[in-house]
C-alpha cells in the first residue's frame, strides 16, 4: 500500500497548548498536503509545501518536510476549540493519497 | 456556486440497486478527482478526470463502479448492484490543474447500503 500514516492517530489538549503532527509516506511526490475535516464534512485545504521547500507558514499552522524522511509535520499554534478536527495529509501524485488522519480535539 | 456541491447529500439503498452520485464542480476546474471515505478512515482515491478525460480509474474497488464527465465539468459516479461494502461517504474534489493545485472538496455523499 502506497497509504501513508499520521502519528498521533489521537491528540487532546487545551486551549492555548501548541499542537503537532507528524506525517509519514512511502512515495516521492510533486507536493504534500495538508487538510481539516470537521465531523460530517469535506475536507478543507490548509496548506501545500513542495518537494522543494522545507519549511512554511501560514497564520497559526507550520508545515515542515524532510523529503530525506518521507516526513512532515504540522505545527498549530495557539490552538482554539475551533481547531477540533481530523488532520489528513495527502501525499500528491497523480490524486492524493491520504492517511487516516490526526483527530485533534482542544478543549476550553 | 461558490464551491464543489454534491447530490444527494444523503443515500440509502437497498442491495442490489443502483445509484447514482452527482458532484459539481467549481467552475473553471479542469481536474476532478473522486474519493471514498470509509469510517474513522482518510478518503481512498477512486478516479480522476482531466475536463472529460478519465485519465487514472485504478482506485475503482470494482467493475461495477463507474464514473463520467461527459462535458467535462458535472461528474456522476456510478454504482451498480450495490453491496453492504460499498457504504462509505463518498466525496468530490476539483482543482485547477493537476496534483500541483490544492483541491477543494465538497460536503460528500454519504451512502448506507441495507
Known amino acids: 500500500s502506497q497509504q501513508g500514516e499520521e502519528d498521533p492517530q489521537a491528540l487532546s489538549i487545551q486551549e492555548g497548548e501548541n499542537a503537532t503532527m507528524n506525517c509519514s509516506y512511502k512515495?516521492?511526490?510533486?507536493?504534500l498536503q495538508w487538510y481539516r475535516q470537521n465531523s460530517g464534512r469535506g475536507l478543507v485545504h490548509l496548506i501545500l509545501?513542495?518537494?522543494?521547500?522545507r519549511e512554511k507558514h501560514s497564520g497559526r499552522l507550520r508545515v515542515t518536510l524532510d523529503t530525506s524522511k518521507k516526513s512532515s509535520s504540522l505545527l498549530i499554534t495557539a490552538s482554539r476549540a475551533a481547531d477540533t478536527a481530523s488532520y489528513f495529509c495527502g501525499q500528491a501524485g497523480t490524486a492524493l493519497i491520504f492517511g487516516k488522519g490526526t483527530t485533534l480535539s482542544v478543549s476550553s | 456556486g461558490a464551491g464543489v456541491s454534491q447530490s444527494p447529500r444523503y443515500k440509502v439503498a437497498k442491495r442490489g440497486q443502483d445509484v447514482a452520485l452527482r458532484c459539481d464542480p467549481i467552475s473553471g476546474h479542469v481536474s476532478l478527482f473522486w474519493y471514498q471515505q470509509a469510517l474513522g478512515q482518510g478518503p481512498e482515491f477512486l478516479t480522476y478526470f482531466q475536463n472529460e478525460a478519465q485519465l487514472d480509474k485504478s482506485g475503482l474497488p470494482s467493475d461495477r463502479f463507474f464514473a463520467e464527465r461527459p462535458e467535462g465539468s458535472v461528474s456522476t459516479l456510478k454504482i451498480q448492484r450495490t453491496q453492504q461494502e460499498d457504504s462509505a461517504v463518498y466525496l468530490c474534489?476539483?482543482?485547477?490543474?493537476?496534483?500541483?493545485?490544492?483541491?477543494?472538496f465538497g460536503p460528500g455523499t454519504r451512502l448506507t447500503v441495507t
Open positions: 512515495t516521492s511526490i510533486n507536493n
Open positions: 509545501i513542495r518537494s522543494n521547500e
Open positions: 474534489a476539483s482543482s485547477l490543474a493537476g496534483e500541483s493545485y490544492e483541491q477543494y
